[in-house]
């Protein structure tokens, strides 16, 4: 499969980042008009689905076959597991620390990739690492450790949506060998649809459930299904055909920005000085995982 280039890769991640930043502020106003949040994450995939799956087949650049291999379906089940932790999580935190907490995934990737593509990790890389854990401390707290008990939840369950995604990029980076961006991508979709239709059956079989959904959640529904899921997850897929994972999960620390201008400035958030702090800390550990040890590039694109 021919590789994409370095440059385009980066600039297709960057717009995949710009766009997944936009959805954190979008789930969190979305909550606002459904009856439960699990119901409305598979509304927002099943649109997805639809919408890839009518374009990837009309342009033949889709084969059912790849739905045949175990790990294509892993791949989604880890996706889904990590929006529904996202989503539930979204309840009890701000979209903001969401987008922060999630995306301390950089440093998981680093890790990851040290046993999965025996990636060396330098004390830069290491230091790097150290501080993030500081600084996720710092925005969990986020007040000087004074916790309020039903947010410490909220964040811990979207620190762990990070760690689920870092395993997300890499069960993707290893397939990209085997089958396209449009192919991984549009199946990925399809597949944590498919899941996610478990946790939606159990709630509807186990009865009490709110299913309703009003007229601005579609709003939100159909933004974050067809921008946020369809468009975002292709650039994303293509852009990593083209660099390796522990760069894509840096580079999409750029949704930090995104997510928390318009959090702060439509959904009227703010980050006290602490979680402020802890917030520099994320960025600074992920500069330092980054660019820590440049000797291990050429071992990184020889995976790519």
């Known amino acids: 499969m021919d590789r994409r280039g370095r440059s385009s890769a980066i600039m297709l991640t960057v717009f995949a980042s710009l766009i997944w930043g936009t959805s954190f502020p979008a789930v ?30 009309w342009l033949k650049r889709f084969s059912f076959s790849v739905l045949r291999r175990p790990i294509v379906w892993l791949i989604g089940g880890v996706n889904a ?10 309840n009890y935190t701000t979209a903001s620390k969401t987008a922060l907490l999630v995306d301390i995934n950089v440093v998981a990737v680093a890790i990851i990739s040290y046993f999965v593509f025996s990636e060396r990790i330098g004390w830069k890389k290491a230091f790097g690492i150290a501080l993030g854990i500081a600084g996720v401390v710092l925005i969990t707290g986020d007040g000087g450790f004074s916790f309020d008990r039903s947010e410490f939840i909220g964040d811990l369950l979207v620190y762990g949506c990070g760690w689920l995604w870092a395993f997300f990029i890499i069960l993707n980076k290893k397939m990209l060998a085997h089958y396209s961006a449009v ?3 549009s199946s990925a979709i399809v597949t944590s649809a498919v899941w996610l239709l478990i946790p939606v059956t159990y709630l509807y ?48 620390l750029l949704e930090i920005v995104t997510a928390l201008v318009i959090s702060m400035s439509l959904l009227e958030e703010s980050l006290r000085p602490i979680a402020a702090i802890g917030a520099a ?22 995976h790519t």
């Open 28 to 57: 969190k106003w979305g909550l606002d008009y459904v009856g439960n949040d699990v119901f409305f994450l598979w509304l927002r995939f099943v649109v997805a689905a639809v919408v890839t799956l009518s374009i990837v087949l």
């Open 183 to 185: 192919e991984l991508s």
């Open 281 to 302: 800390l994320v960025l600074v550990s992920v500069y330092l995982v980054a660019s820590g040890d440049k000797r291990r590039k050429s071992t990184t694109m020889a």
């Open 205 to 252: 079989l186990a009865g009490g459930t709110n299913f309703t959904v009003e007229a601005p959640a579609w709003v939100a529904i159909i933004y974050l299904g067809v921008v946020c899921t369809s468009v975002a997850i292709l650039l994303w897929a293509m852009g990593l055909e083209g660099v390796s994972a522990t760069s894509s999960a840096t580079i999409m």
């Open 81 to 90: 597991a990590a929006f529904v932790t996202q989503y539930v999580g979204l």
